[in-house]
C-alpha cells in the first residue's frame, strides 16, 4: 500500500568445493543486506556526509524476498563472465523463472571478478540476473568486499543504475543528484574530495553504492537513483513482471 516492491529472489549456488556450497545462514545474511542498503536502515547512513544527506535516498522502497534456494554440483573450477553459469548445457544452472523472479547465481572464483549484473535490457531473458562470487555473497572474511555490498552494487545494475563515474572521464550516469566524478575510486577514501569537470570542481559521493570503494565505505544511493529503480520496476517498467 505504501508503494513498496518486494522482489522474489532465487539464489542458484553452484558449487565445486563444500566451502563453495554457503550456507542458508550465509545466503539470509545477504538478503539481509539487500534489505538494509534497499531500506536505507543500514547503520552506517549515519556516516553520509550533511552535504549528501539532503539528496539521499533513504528507503528506495524496493525490497527482496527469498523464494528459494537451487543447489548444484559442478566441475567448473573457475568461471568467466560470459553467463556459462547461466545453461545447463554449459554446466550451469538454468534461470528459474527470470520474467518474474530475480535471479541470482553464486559460483566459485571467477579469476578476481567480485560480480556482475544484467541491466533492464535484459529482462526476462534466460540470462537476466546477478552473479557473485561465493566469497563475497553475504557477510564473509573476505575484507574489505565481506559486508555483502557487491549484492547491493550488482543489483544497483540489475534495476538500471549505472557506475556513478558513467564509466568514462566525467562521463554521465544519467542521475543529477551524483556528482559527475572523472574515474571510479577504490579503498576507504577521506571526505571530502573534489573533481574538476568541465572547469567545475564539485565534491564528489564516492561513500555511494556504484562506485567502487571497500564495502565499508559505500553507504547510500541518492534520491535520483531511486527513481530510476522505481521507474524500472513500476507497473509500466521493464520489471514489472517481478512485482506479486
Ligand atoms: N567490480 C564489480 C562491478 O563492477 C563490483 C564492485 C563491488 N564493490 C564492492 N565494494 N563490493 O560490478
Ligand atoms: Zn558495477
Ligand atoms: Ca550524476
Redesign the pocket.
Known amino acids: 500500500a505504501d508503494g513498496t516492491v518486494e522482489i522474489p529472489v532465487v539464489v542458484n549456488v553452484l558449487y565445486r568445493t563444500s566451502a563453495e556450497n554457503i550456507s542458508d545462514a550465509q545466503i539470509a545474511s545477504q538478503i539481509a543486506t539487500l534489505n538494509k542498503d534497499y531500506g536505507g536502515t543500514n547503520a552506517d547512513v549515519t556516516n553520509i556526509p550533511a552535504e549528501f544527506a539532503s539528496v539521499a535516498a533513504g528507503d528506495t522502497k524496493i525490497r527482496f524476498r527469498l523464494d528459494r534456494v537451487v543447489r548444484k554440483s559442478t566441475t567448473v573450477r573457475s568461471w568467466r563472465t560470459n553467463d556459462a553459469m547461466k545453461k545447463s548445457s554449459s554446466k550451469g544452472q538454468d534461470a528459474y523463472q527470470p520474467a518474474s523472479y530475480f535471479n541470482i547465481w553464486v559460483v566459485g572464483d571467477m579469476g578476481g571478478v567480485l ?3 544484467t541491466f533492464p535490457e535484459s529482462a526476462g531473458l534466460w540470462n537476466d540476473g546477478v552473479v557473485i562470487a561465493a566469497k563475497y555473497f553475504g557477510n564473509t572474511s573476505s575484507a574489505p568486499y565481506n559486508l555483502g555490498r557487491t549484492a547491493t ?2 543489483v ?2 540489475y534495476l538500471n543504475l549505472r ?1 556513478i563515474w558513467g564509466d568514462g572521464n566525467c562521463a554521465t550516469d544519467y542521475v543529477d543528484d551524483t556528482p559527475t566524478q572523472q574515474d571510479k575510486n577504490f579503498g576507504k577514501p577521506t571526505y571530502p574530495q573534489y573533481d574538476l569537470c568541465g572547469g567545475v570542481n564539485r565534491s564528489i559521493q564516492f561513500m555511494n553504492y ?1 562506485d ?1 570503494v571497500d564495502d565499508a565505505a559505500m553507504y547510500m544511493f541518492s534520491a535520483g537513483q531511486k527513481a530510476r529503480m522505481q521507474a524500472i520496476t513500476s507497473t509500466s517498467g521493464p520489471r514489472a513482471g517481478l512485482r506479486v
Open positions: 560480480g556482475y549484473a552494487h550488482e544497483g545494475h557506475h556504484m567502487y
